[in-house]
């Protein structure tokens, strides 16, 4: 009995294991391998961004980091003494450590300094022997060699913050950096890549044992943009120490080839985590390094503006190139008197010489008989009050009103008043920069509407793969020849006609030549008193009231292929402050010509063959 | 000794006595040792050090021990029977008061040179002395509700003892063999039940004396996903580790949750689950034959043996034997709760092995004094 009860409970052992080991197998068997195996990602190497000769605007670098595994370093203070002996460590570099290895387990290694030079690290390395525990790692981190100069256009990256997770793991880990503005930002999804992944196997106490598998991912596409860093250097320069903005354009393509302003900062420092003291200085900085002002500046286009006003009058068949104009320095309308730049006026003018010397009775003559409507209308047609769409983020649109948007925003009608000073660009009125290169551009192609872009990539997919490599073709804007000529002919007298307001910033090589519209858009209105006075000389000013100067412009004036436009904030006047700018620019802008046909389709080509890295 | 009981003829030579030892049984007993080295060589990942060797070396001069065991008179193990149990308890009572304390329990005696766990040893004693008892019994005496007073006695003073240690898988087995015994000496079923009875009311005064880290393991076994980090663990990767390793098992040496050190105490109580996560289903069944082996001898042995003593002496070992085996086995495979009970000649461990080798070694003294006759009557005191 005893014997025949002991089998029976022998064999409900035997059930229990069946019951275990063959019907709750796969259960179990998943069980242990979730035990055992961690998988850890391998973030990708983040593709390279390269202007269009194939330079390098943004690249990795290996960020050489010393760390300390607890386990192996017998007295982690000594050894951090060891360390500080050669390399620098701060107090709050030893404290850090010694939380870390309180709260990690002991075979975790601890980053003790990053960022190490190598001199840092080979003195670490040759006096190893006496560093028990401390190993060095290697990592990758965001370059930027053109650093200040190119920050708008390559913009940053830095670490990922909670509501910029969109489930791709490779965001969460804890190293990842993500793009926060530029290029970086709006083709991040590209230069990121794909994240590979390694299998280890762990033991309970989360130890690796060894490495069950490994996925490389794939490293993120190279990105060509259509930048010449060489003329983004050049323009960067060229404005220095001002507070300004540059844009040149390829009128052919749309192509940006430089978009500058200053001050800048430099985006390296984002990388490595910027310290609070430069951010705050950054943030509380009056002349706002962090905006773009060339796409996120506002201003009033001014006398750049002119020619929107000039073709309304064209095309609606409301004046002319010969519709004449008396300048007496003044008009009165109602009970108020509007004046000229220029006091005691220009005389007899007709549109072209109206555009030359900027003569603002003129304009305000044509505006009044155009009336706003209709200049709102052809000023939109090139790029006035909307987005110019090019691949950035933080792209302002301006402002075109008309009537409607008067009574829209201050429930009171549009005043005549209004359509004048609209008329010379000033009031309502307000661009970016990078729109008045494109209304530059859209004239200076014959009244095709170009649009700018920094990279093909969005170009290529909006049409068909690969489609794009003769590069886009712009839809026309329905413009008369014979009006355009009236404007390009004007522009062109500004520029080379004696008495026309940027002819001292001429280009004296005739093949070079450039057209422009200077403008000097008003921060604040002139009282009476200043005028007879005479105080409102800019030099007499404080620097926040002076005009801003403004210049657009087109080269070769036969040929048109380039198109640049350049505000300097309170910088005085257009004329003698930026046509001079421009002047430079666009000289080395043609200077440079020869070398640029074609490269960025073959460049293109062979990045992504070769996918970067 | 023998003589001052009036035992005297059938004297075997020692020729004979080696002839009739059970040399199958040490066989399967041998084997069974070494599917426990070669565990152990896997615990700790592929060396000999530090159980495998020294499981050997145990097992060897275990096995000159139950040898000599096996050898001697049967008669003798009578007489020496209460004299046993006596130091036993004397020694159980000593843990109490110089008792020191390891693995949250009073279980060693230090005895300067060597420590013993007076807990084993009472394993034996008390087989013994039980045998001992109703050997001195008539059928019809045994039935006696009387009788049963001293044979509880036995088995609860011990019982209390090691209870206090605490130790409740001693306890356990201790009542568990006793009950077998007490039920092949004769006692009637329905005294059985009467004290089962009694027993499961006495379970909410038990509960009582249960310590804190006992109750949790109760609790545990009731719902092991309760806190599985915590108490319940250890059941739930025994039980991954034996339902992952499958049918085949996953090899030797290559158990996952054994060598990545998920599975815990995989050298001692949870050795069966690491060989299972290894060899699978098969393996565990393998071991669980050669048990079943072992028992099947044991039966025999006990079936053959002429006095009523040597036979109580072999089912009380068998009983102790299948008792460990149960219970571990039971407890890794989620079965009952975690008591704290080693896989005999596999675990990591002497005591065990000393307790398993010495009960052996009785069993094949029964064997090998199988035809002795002791009158029953004279074995009254």
């Not at chain 1, 989360?206 to 598998?213: D, K, M, W």
């Not at chain 1, 009006?483 to 062109?492: A, K, N």
Request: with cysteine; net charge positive.
């Amino acid at each position: 009995m005893l014997a025949g009860g002991q089998f029976l409970l022998l064999s409900s052992l035997v059930g229990r294991l069946y019951y275990l080991q063959v019907l709750q197998s796969d259960r179990y068997a998943m069980l242990a391998d979730e035990n055992r195996i961690n998988i850890k990602l391998l973030p990708p190497p983040r593709g390279r961004i390269l202007d269009r000769h194939g330079e390098a605007l943004a690249t990795n670098r290996l960020n050489y980091r010393v760390a300390l595994v607890s386990e192996h370093a017998k007295d982690i203070t000594a050894t951090l003494d060891a360390l500080a002996s050669l390399i620098p460590l701060s107090k709050r570099d030893y404290q850090r450590v010694l939380r870390d290895a309180r709260r990690k387990r002991d075979f975790v290694p601890i980053t003790v300094r990053e960022n190490l030079t190598w001199s840092e690290v080979s003195r670490i390395e040759v006096n190893a022997p006496d560093l028990a525990g401390v190993v060095i790692e290697v990592g990758q981190t965001r370059y930027y060699p053109l650093g200040a100069t190119a920050v708008y256009i390559t913009g940053y990256v830095a670490a990922v913050s909670e509501d910029e997770l969109t489930g791709d793991p490779l965001l969460a880990l804890p190293d990842s950096r993500i793009g926060k503005s530029g290029v970086e930002k709006i083709y991040d999804l590209a230069l990121r890549g794909k994240a590979g992944n390694s299998q280890v196997e762990v033991n309970a106490y989360g130890r690796v044992i060894r490495e069950l598998e490994r996925n490389e991912g794939q490293p993120g596409d190279a990105l060509v943009l259509t930048l010449d860093a060489g003329l983004q250097r050049y323009v960067s320069a060229r404005i220095a120490g001002q507070i300004a903005s540059a844009v040149v354009l390829d009128i052919h393509t749309g192509d940006v080839l430089a978009l500058a302003s200053s001050p800048s900062y430099d985006p390296n420092l984002f990388t490595k985590g910027i310290s609070t003291e430069d951010w705050n200085a950054l943030l509380n900085n009056p002349y706002k390094p962090l905006i773009s002002k060339a796409i996120s500046g506002q201003y009033p286009p001014g006398s750049t503006f002119k020619m929107m006003v000039a073709l309304a009058a064209l095309e609606g068949g409301i004046a002319g190139r010969s519709h004449e104009v008396t300048c007496r320095g003044e008009v009165d309308l109602g009970n108020r008197t509007f004046h000229c730049w220029k006091r005691g006026g220009h005389g007899k003018m007709t549109m072209v010489k109206a555009l030359e010397q900027s003569c603002d009775v003129y304009f305000y003559d044509i505006a009044l008989r155009v009336g706003i409507n209709r200049i709102a209308k052809m000023a939109r047609r090139f790029g006035f009050g909307e987005l110019a769409n090019i691949d950035l983020y933080g792209e302002r649109p301006g402002l075109m009103p008309d009537r409607d948007w008067k009574l829209a925003n201050y429930e009171v009608a549009w005043q005549k008043g209004e359509t004048l000073v609209a008329g010379i660009g000033q009031g309502f009125v307000q661009a970016t920069p990078l729109q008045l290169a494109v209304m530059a551009a859209r004239i200076a192609s014959g009244g095709t509407a170009v649009t700018p872009h920094l990279s093909r990539r969005a170009l290529r997919r909006a049409t068909e793969d690969g489609a794009a490599e003769t590069g886009p073709v712009f839809e026309s804007l329905g413009l008369s020849p014979a009006s355009l000529d009236v404007i390009v002919e004007g522009m062109t007298r500004v520029v080379n006609n004696v008495r026309g307001t940027a002819y001292r910033a001429r280009i004296d090589e005739s093949e070079l030549a450039m057209a422009g519209k200077t403008g000097t858009s008003q921060v604040r209105n002139i009282s009476k008193s200043e005028r007879k006075t005479g105080v409102f000389k800019n030099a007499q000013r404080p620097w926040e009231e002076r005009d801003h100067a403004l210049f657009v412009a087109f080269a070769p004036i036969d040929d048109p292929r380039y198109s640049i436009s350049i505000v300097v904030e309170h910088g005085g006047s257009g004329s003698s402050v930026a046509a001079p700018i421009a002047r430079d620019i666009l000289r080395e802008t043609q200077r440079r010509d020869p070398a640029r046909d074609g490269s960025l389709d073959r460049l293109a080509a062979v990045a992504n063959n070769s996918n970067g890295g | 000794m023998a003589k001052s009981l009036g035992i005297q003829h059938h004297q075997i030579s020692l020729g004979q006595k080696l002839r009739r030892i059970t040399w199958g049984l040490i066989l399967v007993l041998t084997v069974t040792a070494m599917v426990g080295v070669a565990m152990l060589y896997s615990a700790a990942n592929g060396n000999f050090d530090p159980w495998a060797s020294r499981q050997a070396i145990r097992y060897g001069a275990g096995l000159v021990m139950m040898i000599g065991i096996a050898l001697i008179d049967i008669r003798i193990l009578l007489s020496w029977a209460y004299g046993i149990y006596g130091v036993a308890l004397a020694m159980l009572a000593l843990v109490e008061i110089m008792g020191i304390t390891g693995m949250g329990a009073q279980r060693w005696i230090n005895l300067g040179f060597f420590q013993i766990q007076p807990s084993e040893m009472m394993k034996v004693a008390l087989v013994l002395a039980l045998a001992r008892y109703y050997h001195g019994l008539s059928l019809e005496d045994c039935r006696r509700f009387r009788a049963l007073v001293a044979p509880l006695l036995l088995v609860l003073a011990p019982a209390a003892l090691v209870l206090r240690q605490p130790d409740l898988g001693t306890a356990i087995m201790l009542m568990l063999t006793s009950a077998a015994l007490l039920l092949a000496a004769g006692v009637r079923l329905r005294i059985f039940a009467a004290i089962a009875v009694a027993g499961l009311a006495a379970v909410p005064v038990a509960w009582q004396f249960l310590r804190d880290y006992q109750k949790e393991r109760i609790f545990t076994f009731l719902d092991p996903e309760r806190d599985p980090l915590g108490a319940g663990y250890q059941i739930l990767q025994s039980k991954i580790a034996l339902g992952s390793g499958g049918l085949l098992g996953k090899g030797f040496l290559n158990g996952t949750q054994s060598h990545l050190s998920f599975l815990p105490e995989r050298q001692t109580d949870f050795i069966f689950t690491m060989l299972a996560e290894e060899f699978g289903l098969m393996g565990g069944l393998t071991l669980l034959a050669l048990y079943t082996l072992i028992l099947i001898y044991g039966f025999i042995i006990g079936l053959g043996a002429k006095s009523q003593f040597a036979r109580l002496v072999a089912t009380g070992v068998t009983a102790t034997f299948f008792i460990y085996v149960f219970i571990n086995i039971a407890m890794v495979t989620g079965l009952i709760p975690v008591v704290g009970v080693p896989l005999p000649m596999v675990s990591y461990g002497g005591t065990a092995m000393v307790t398993i080798m010495v009960g052996v070694g009785l069993l094949m003294s029964v064997y090998v004094h199988r035809d002795v006759e002791i009158p029953r009557r004279a074995s009254l005191v």
